[in-house]
Structures are given as C-alpha cells and as structure tokens.
C-alpha cells in the first residue's frame, strides 16, 4: 500500500530580518502518521509549524495540503482547511473562561450543534476541564492548561494537529498523561506533526521522526531506526 | 561611593516629593470640603444638582473612553484621532436636529423631539463609524508591527488631518445646536433641578454600554475580540480573523463616540472642529482612570471623572475662597491623570487584570 502524502513541506526557507532561520526546510506527513521533529532550541522546530500555519511567510517553497499549496494563505483560514497547532507554552487566552477558550477553538465552526459537541467531547476526554469550566484559564495548573490547549485545538476537528513541545514544562506524570492523549488521538485517526525536546518519549510514539539543526533537516528515518542511530543517541537521547 | 550618595540622596528628595504630594492633595480635598461644607454658602440641593450634572457629564466621557481603552486593549495603542471621530458624531447630529427645526418637526412635542435625537443618533454613528474605519486603515493598519511610539505619531497626525478636513468643511466658526424646548424642561422633582436632557444622556449612554458590555462578553465576535487583545498570534491559530475583530472594535469604539458626540452637543449646544479636543483628553484621562484596557474600568473611570469635575471645583475650592473655583475644573481633572499616573499606573481596577492574568 502506498502511503498518501497529506502535509508536504517542500524545500521551505524563512527569514526573520536578515537571519536565515530556516534553510531548505522539506516534510512528508501520511495520513494518520505521527511524525516527530527533533531538535535543540532555536534549530528551527516552532518555526517549521509556524510556516505550515502561516504565522511566518516563508520566502521559497511551498507547504501543501492533500497536493493544494497552502503557502500565502492567512494562518486563520488555514485552520478551516484542517491544519490546527497547539503552540508552545499553551497559550491560554488567561482571561477568558475554559469554555470560551474552547469556544474561541471552535471558531471556524458555523453550527452551535458542533461547537456543543465539540466541548463535549473536550470536557469527555479531560473531565477536570468540565470542574474548571467558568474560571478564567490564568488559574488553571499547567497540565490542565496542557489539556485545554489540546481540546481547544481539537475542537476545529483538525485533520492535521501540530503540537509544539507539548510536555514542556510539565510533571512527570502529566507528560505520560498528554503523550498518552496523542497516542488516542492518533489512534481515532488524527494527523500528527509532534515537535519535542524530550526525544526519547516522541521518538517511543512516532512513526517517523525529522532532526533538525540550525534549520536543515539533516536526518530522517523510521522513528524506531532513528532511536538506534548514534547520533540521535549521543545527541538527543543523552546515551553515550 | 559619591555617585551613589548622589543617586540616594535624589532618590530621598523624589520620595519626599511624592509623599508631599499626596500630604497636599488629601489637604486640599479633606480641608476645602469641611471648610465649604461648613460655610454653608449651598444647600443640599446644590450638592444633588452637581452630583447629577457629573453624572451626566461622566456617562458622556464613559461612552468615549470605551473607545480608547478597546483599542488599546487590543493594539496597544492610543488612538489620538478618537476625539475627532466624537466630533465628527456631534457634526451630524447638528444637521439632523438642525433640519428637523427649520421642518418644524422639532419642537412639536416631546416625541418630534425623540425622534429628532434618536435618528440625530443614528447618523452620528453612520457618519462616525466610517470614518473611524477609514483612519484605522489608513494611518494605523500598515504600521502594526511598527514600533509602538509610530502609530501613537500617526494617530496625532490622523487627529490633525480630520480637524482641519472638518475646517475645510464648515470653517472655524462655531454651530449653534437648535433649542430642543423638551429637553430644558426638568422633572417634576420638587427640590431637585433635574433637566429632561440629563435623564436622556444618561439612560441612553446606560443602553449603549450595556448593549456595548454583553456584546464583548456574551457573542461569539465579543469573546473573539478578547482573545485577539490577549493574542493576536494564538487567535488567528484559532481561526479567528484578527483584522476583523480589530476592525469590529474600532467600529464599536466609533459608533459610541458618535453617539456620544450627538449627546455632548444636545447638552452643551454647539460644536465647531475643534469640540472633540478637550472631551476627547477627559476620555482619555477617564480610561487611564479607570485602568486602560478594562471596559468596565473605563465606564466607572468616565462616572468618577464626571463627578470629580461637576462637584470637586465647589466641594475642594470654594471652602478656600478661590473665587469662581469652576474654571478649574480643567485643573482638577488633570491634576488627576498626574496624580493616577504617578501613584497608580494601572488605573482603579489594574490591579484586578494583573491578578486575573497570572
């Protein structure tokens, strides 16, 4: 069976000023994969996702969405196209409730049936949200802001999910916790575009896996192969 | 070793500075009050009259305010030009009462002249909300990601250029608003003046930021504004089009001052190009008041500083023997803003904000 492409990153470059910050950037995601980028900070991770979203221009290539070019398109119709990221560090709108964060997730949906189901189905899968739900999100914990930035995003029912650095920051037990909730999701047949620090866990859970430094992929493999590549190992995984 | 005696002894000198400051301000207002109150010279129903007209003065300055603390909310900015586009509201309004006048519709009886102040209102918020639109894409849009000192430039200069396009228009004198007979009649109160046009101001500037206050916080556009004045980024990875809620807002800041523009020209029965001036830096005052980028800050902001102004002059003053102490009503207000900026940036609910965010 021949895998179907649905986000392909081609050769991308993005420029902040006169910094090169990514230089020849390409992906491949099939449907109902998750693939991981690795990498050290400031190689490039945020700002791949932010190309694929559309918060950054990026200056040559091309992204593309089941072979349509979604460059140059703005980032809020991007999400209404299936692509929805979970940016880095949560960031929950702090002074509005837990519903209307996801209500704001919700945004692109036109019927009121869906937006109720779609809360419904956040409050089924972190039912500490539904406790939560008339407080502002600033007072949430940071693995319930976790769960929130996750329901939230899912609640424009994304064919594509990227997730930036999702455990960061987070208990030990939350990052099981949230790397369990991508695998459900993966599993209900979502898209996922995985960008960590923690290697070791995204690299137990991807399929595939990109390594990114200082904005070039300079490895890609099986994410399985890449857990036994030395490199990986020495550089990513603190192996020696 | 000097330089930091220096440093230390400057620092002292600020601190004791300030200290005076406040010693003299709580001076001036606790003394001067017992000393007018116990002259006797006004009677309760001087005091009632004052607290009505600084409350319709105040529901006026709130109506305005909301626009510049919504924007700020939202861009981080201070839209200088907000005055003018009051001035524009009060600009329309005088054509729509003055024609209703010279029809002979006006002043026929009490529903002529609501009528008259109702369509009166919806054209200044017709004419002031374009206009608004227009400025924000103009002179603010292509320098969103400028600099923040840029567009605070811009917006002065987007004030200059509508002052003197409304000179062009209707030259520098100053247009009469025609007697409107209904409003100067007063409720028959016995003991307290209460003027028609006083309950009007009021209860219509109340629909207004009451209409204003559950479309923010209950509609789906209202929740989206919030989200884009806390993250333009995140909000446009929510799908949410930033452009459209930063153009709703400026409409909804426009459409209230119009409004209020028409409400200021019924009370004070003229306008010329420069009548959004001096209201326009009372708002803004009343939003800095109030903590900028708080809605509910700025209403309480525009209320307290209409209150300050109508009864502080008599109330801190007259105990003093300054002689006609409301000519300092400027003084007070601004006065005010100096002092709420020195001791409290963030304005009387500020605090509320920093504690709801963290």
Known sequence: MNPTPILEVDDIHVYYGNIHALKGVSLTINKGEIVTLIGANGAGKTTTLNAISGLVPSREGQVRLRGETISGVASHLIVGRGIVQVPEGRRMFARLTVEENLRMGGYTLTRAADVQAGIDRAFEMFPRLKERRTQVAGTLSGGEQQMLAIGRALMAGPEVLLLDEPSMGLAPVLVDFVFDTISRLHAEGTTILLVEQNARMALQIADRGYVIETGMIVLSDLAANLRENDTVRKAYLGIV | ?????????????????????????????????????????????????????????????????????????????????????????????????????????????????????????????AVATPIALLVEKIAYRPLRNAPRLVPLISAIGASFVLQYTFRGFFGPGIYSYPTVDFLDQTLPISGVIVRYVDVIVVISAFVMMTGLYLFVMRTKLGTAIRAVSEDKDTAALMGIDVNRAIVTTFGLGAAMAGAAGVLYALLFRQVFFLTGFVPGIKAFTAAVLGGIGNIPGAMLGGLFLGQVESIGPTLFLDGFNVPSPNQLKDVIAFTMLVLVLVFRPSGILGERIARSRA
């Open chain 2, 1 to 125: 070793m000097k330089a930091s005696l220096i440093e230390r002894l400057t620092e002292g000198a600020i601190a004791t500075f300030l200290w005076l400051l406040r010693v003299a301000v709580v001076l001036v207002v606790v003394v001067g009050s017992a000393l007018t109150i116990m002259s006797g010279r006004y009677s309760l129903e001087v005091y009632v009259g004052l607290v009505v007209s600084g409350l319709t003065l105040g529901s006026i300055y709130a109506l305005i305010a909301l626009g510049y603390t919504m924007v700020y909310g939202i861009l981080r900015m201070i839209n200088f030009a907000h005055g003018e586009i009051f001035m524009a509201g009060a600009f329309a309004g005088y054509f729509v009462v003055t024609a209703s006048d010279k029809l002979g519709f006006l002043n026929q009886g009490p529903v002529t002249a609501m009528i008259t102040i109702v369509v009166a209102i919806l054209v200044a918020v």
